[in-house]
């Protein structure tokens, strides 16, 4: 009996924000924030706090953008379930 192919569990990650977008050589980083569980800013708040930098070539930043925009206009057109 043949097996179906076995694919990678896709690694999930929670964020709250982007804190900076920065490009640099054709290369792209985003820093992601996630508010902090453990730590209250002045205002008692959690506190955000760096978590995840996403770092990809300017030409998937682009096409990625794309797919975003697309995802964004669903979405503000009312759709219930979209994708870019």
Do not use: C, H, W
């Amino acid at each position: 009996m043949t097996q179906p192919p076995t694919t990678s569990p896709v690694t999930e990650i929670f964020v709250d924000g982007i804190r900076f977008v920065t490009a640099n050589d054709g290369v792209v980083r985003i820093d992601f924030v996630s508010l902090s569980p453990y730590r209250r800013g002045d205002d008692n708040r959690p506190a955000v706090e760096n978590s995840v930098r996403l770092i990809m070539p300017l030409k998937g930043f682009t096409a990625s953008m794309d797919t975003l925009r697309r995802f964004v206009e669903g979405v503000t057109a009312g759709d219930k379930t979209t994708s870019g």
